[in-house]
């Protein structure tokens, strides 16, 4: 299967996105945050492994495309993913254990323009 540009329609995007409070006020390595975006990443496409478009965006593994934005801090994640279970977006918040602190969210493989709307506040991550 060709694989769409970019800003194709109907290009299957996986969307990260991650506190930057984390790195930028709590001195979190920025090591120790990007594990926590992939374990979210991980974590969404386990979750939702045989979801069409998971399968779909698996199957074109040269060409995915994931896109990683910022969130302020915890309440601002933890809204998005209030946002998100009521908009019918699956997605994987994922809370750092044992310490009990959520960090990240993924969303499964999807369509932009169908998402794109509910991250629209959120800019890329820095």
């Given at each position: 299967?060709?694989?769409?540009?970019?800003?194709?329609?109907?290009?299957?995007?996986?969307?990260?996105?991650?506190?930057?409070?984390?790195?930028?006020?709590?001195?979190?390595?920025?090591?120790?945050?990007?594990?926590?975006?992939?374990?979210?990443?991980?974590?969404?496409?386990?979750?939702?492994?045989?979801d069409?478009?998971?399968?779909?965006?698996l199957?074109?593994?040269?060409?995915?495309?994931?896109v990683?934005?910022?969130?302020?801090?915890?309440?601002?994640?933890?809204?998005?993913?209030?946002?998100?279970?009521?908009?019918?977006?699956?997605?994987?918040?994922?809370?750092?254990?044992?310490?009990?602190?959520?960090?990240?969210?993924?969303?499964?493989?999807?369509?932009?323009?169908?998402?794109?709307?509910?991250?629209?506040?959120?800019?890329?991550?820095?």
């Open positions: 299967m060709a694989a769409t540009g970019a800003g194709s329609p109907g290009r299957l995007v996986q969307y990260v996105v991650v506190r930057t409070d984390l790195v930028h006020q709590l001195s979190w390595p920025l090591g120790a945050v990007i594990t926590q975006a992939c374990h979210a990443a991980t974590a969404a496409i386990h979750l939702h492994y045989r069409p478009e998971t399968q779909q965006y199957e074109e593994l040269d060409s995915m495309h994931k990683v934005l910022g969130a302020p801090d915890e309440a601002a994640l933890s809204n998005l993913s209030e946002t998100l279970t009521k908009a019918g977006v699956a997605h994987k918040l994922w809370i750092e254990q044992p310490e009990n602190i959520p960090t990240c969210l993924a969303l499964k493989p999807c369509a932009k323009e169908t998402v794109h709307p509910l991250l629209r506040k959120f800019k890329l991550f820095k």
